[in-house]
């Protein structure tokens, strides 16, 4: 709407116009370059491994000297903010998940007063039983809003606690630690190798315990993902405390082939683009990657289906 553009005199007023070109932007994530060339590297690992005639992660497996490991630990993304929804609601999605074989489920929280978030996650944790829970602020915490609620969230045990404030605020995330005895998880919004490297020098992630969260299509692809593994082996991390965002079949192959520590996956949500295979099915937290060549698109029928709608 033009109008929202002017100020009280009818005159444009850039702060308003910046405000709307901004609506709606996640914290961090300057990444609309690093997203296209990230897009176009994985297409292009895709093609080499259908040159090959093998799944990626087989590729990735034998060209580091390993050995591929199909299966791939997986938790189910989900918990949103909607209006009119209870926490009836919020337990019977938790449910389902397990139902369709997670063991780790995760939801937002931060949308809510701290009193209503702790609420929902005591609902989740009574229907849940003995899987795990997860939490994410998506990165809206200002540091004492960080720390109130990381002293509400050290009485339950969760699976961990994610992207508290600004993904670039190295500072909080390392103050946060301080009073955060449990499992710290960031990096989503972090978008090249030297980011990484900033979070793993200044922000006072502990390697025995947090997890890392980069995204290969988000931060220029694989080439620099490997560069992202090259600086956290660098800083005294395993490669198994990451288990990136995005829940794509991208950061699968690399979690197969690479020794990640899992995936994320959203069983409801982001369809077609996200999940699996369509044989794949979630056992025990865990699914098993089909040999299909290349990253595996064409096996899911609605994705590859979009992507030829659009290709040709
Ligand atoms: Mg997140």
């Known amino acids: 709407d033009p109008v929202t553009l002017l100020d ?6 850039p702060h308003r116009a910046w405000a709307c070109l901004m609506a709606n932007e996640k914290p961090g ?12 590297d994985m297409a292009l690992w895709d093609a080499w491994a259908k040159l090959h005639g093998q799944p990626l992660f087989r590729l990735l497996a034998a060209q580091a000297g390993r050995t591929a490991n199909p299966r791939v630990f997986v938790y189910a993304a989900g918990g949103y903010y909607h209006p009119g929804k209870d926490l009836g609601a919020l337990r019977a999605e938790m449910r389902s998940y397990l139902d369709r074989g997670y063991t780790v489920v995760k939801m937002k929280i931060g949308g809510a007063t701290l009193d ?20 994410d602020a998506n990165g809206r915490f200002d ?20 992207e508290a404030g600004d993904p670039l605020d190295y500072q909080l995330q390392a103050a946060l630690a301080e009073f955060y005895p449990g499992p710290m998880a960031t990096g989503e919004n972090l978008f090249s190798h030297q980011d990484a490297r900033n979070l793993l020098r200044h922000g006072g992630m502990r390697p025995d315990r947090d997890w890392l969260q980069f995204d290969c299509a988000l931060s220029y692809g694989l080439c620099e993902y ?3 593994l090259d600086v956290v082996r660098a800083a005294g991390w395993s490669p198994s405390r990451c288990i990136p965002h995005g829940g794509h079949q991208m950061s699968l192959n690399i979690a197969a082939g690479l020794g990640l520590g899992g995936n994320e996956s959203y069983p409801d949500l982001f369809q077609p683009y996200g999940g699996f295979p369509d044989s794949v099915q979630v056992l025990d937290g865990h699914i098993t990657m089909p040999d299909l060549p290349g990253i ?4 899911k029928a ?6 030829r709608a659009l290709a040709e």
């Open 29 to 40: 994530g300057h990444g609309e370059r690093s997203v296209a060339v990230g897009t176009i």
């Open 116 to 135: 209503e978030d702790r609420a929902r996650i005591e609902a989740v944790l009574a229907e849940i039983g003995p899987a795990r829970l997860a939490v």
């Open 226 to 228: 490997q560069r992202t």
């Open 8 to 13: 009280g005199d009818g005159v444009l007023d």
């Open 143 to 162: 540091l004492q809003t960080a720390i109130g609620y990381a002293r509400m969230l050290r009485d339950y045990p969760l699976f961990w606690y994610e």
């Open 302 to 307: 609605d994705l590859i289906r979009v992507m």
């Open 296 to 299: 595996g698109f064409e096996g």
